[in-house]
């Protein structure tokens, strides 16, 4: 079983069901990626990993325990990190303060884990001291996957971070959160930009009307026409 193994996923908000039979997996160190049309269900997947999503059917078990009746707090000190799309910052807060909210179910000195997301992303040393609403997109998504980061998830999670940012900016971000991988943490994260996307995942889910419609390895999933027709653009 993989290190995360969400299978047969299916629920929603109450109404009729938004996913159906869902099936997300990654392994330590590795990244994958979901994606596939607006209204596919690709965040509501990633909420339902979560835990901010009740199924009504279906399973996630990570790190060999069962944790689909777990609560979201209790995820988190469990080794998940979640980054969501949007109100990620505390923007009243300075950088370094944000990160530091970052360490709240933690009792030990975080000062080593403050200076590893310094040194992944230079540019939040430099502004520490700055308030995060004065801060660019890109930046402020540094801040929120560095306060994440700051929990030390054995998981991390990402709803859509290269959203509303340049095209060289998110090119930072992949780079980033490929350098992250590498540490031996997990990533699983909903994309938009597909193809950029796909290019630095190990793993990759299309989804479509919250059903699994490929699952395949990112370079397969690149190289399958009908994907590349149907879902990058050609």
């Given at each position: 079983?993989?290190?995360?193994?969400?299978?047969?996923?299916?629920?929603?908000?109450?109404?009729?069901?938004?996913?159906?039979?869902?099936?997300?997996?990654?392994?330590?160190?590795?990244?994958?990626?979901?994606?596939?049309?607006?209204?596919?269900?690709?965040?509501?997947?990633m909420?339902?990993?979560f835990?901010?999503?009740?199924?009504?059917?279906?399973?996630?078990?990570?790190d060999?325990?069962?944790?689909?009746?777990?609560?979201?707090?209790?995820?988190?000190?469990?080794?998940?990190?979640?980054?969501?799309?949007?109100?990620?910052?505390?923007?009243?807060?300075?950088?370094?303060?944000?990160?530091?909210?970052?360490?709240?179910?933690?009792?030990?000195?975080?000062?080593e884990?403050?200076?590893?997301?310094?040194?992944?992303?230079?540019?939040?040393?430099?502004?520490?001291?700055?308030?995060?609403?004065?801060?660019?997109?890109?930046?402020?998504?540094?801040?929120?996957?560095?306060?994440?980061l700051?929990?030390?998830?054995?998981?991390?999670?990402?709803?859509?971070?290269?959203?509303?940012?340049?095209?060289?900016?998110?090119?930072?971000l992949?780079?980033?959160?490929?350098?992250?991988?590498?540490?031996?943490?997990?990533?699983?994260?909903?994309?938009?930009?597909?193809?950029?996307a796909?290019?630095?995942?190990?793993?990759?889910?299309?989804?479509?009307?919250?059903?699994?419609?490929?699952t395949?390895?990112?370079?397969?999933?690149?190289?399958?026409?009908?994907?590349?027709?149907?879902?990058?653009?050609g």
């Amino acid at each position: 079983m993989s290190f995360l193994s969400a299978t047969g996923m299916t629920g929603g908000y109450g109404g009729a069901d938004i996913l159906t039979d869902c099936n997300l997996s990654v392994e330590r160190g590795e990244v994958a990626v979901v994606v596939g049309p607006n209204g596919a269900g690709k965040s509501t997947a990633m909420k339902a990993v979560f835990g901010l999503l009740n199924l009504r059917e279906g399973s996630v078990v990570f790190d060999g325990d069962d944790i689909t009746r777990m609560a979201p707090q209790e995820r988190v000190r469990h080794g998940m990190g979640f980054v969501p799309q949007t109100r990620n910052v505390f923007v009243s807060l300075t950088v370094e303060e944000n990160l530091e909210m970052g360490a709240f179910i933690r009792d030990d000195d975080i000062t080593e884990s403050k200076e590893q997301v310094f040194s992944l992303f230079p540019i939040l040393a430099e502004k520490r001291n700055q308030p995060a609403g004065e801060l660019s997109g890109g930046q402020r998504q540094q801040v929120a996957v560095g306060r994440a980061l700051m929990t030390k998830p054995k998981l991390l999670m990402l709803d859509e971070p290269t959203a509303g940012v340049s095209p060289i900016v998110m090119d930072e971000l992949f780079d980033k959160i490929v350098e992250v991988a590498r540490t031996g943490i997990a990533i699983l994260m909903v994309e938009q930009n597909a193809r950029q996307a796909l290019e630095i995942a190990d793993h990759g889910f299309v989804l479509v009307q919250g059903s699994n419609r490929f699952t395949d390895t990112g370079e397969a999933l690149l190289a399958n026409e009908e994907v590349r027709r149907s879902f990058l653009g050609g």
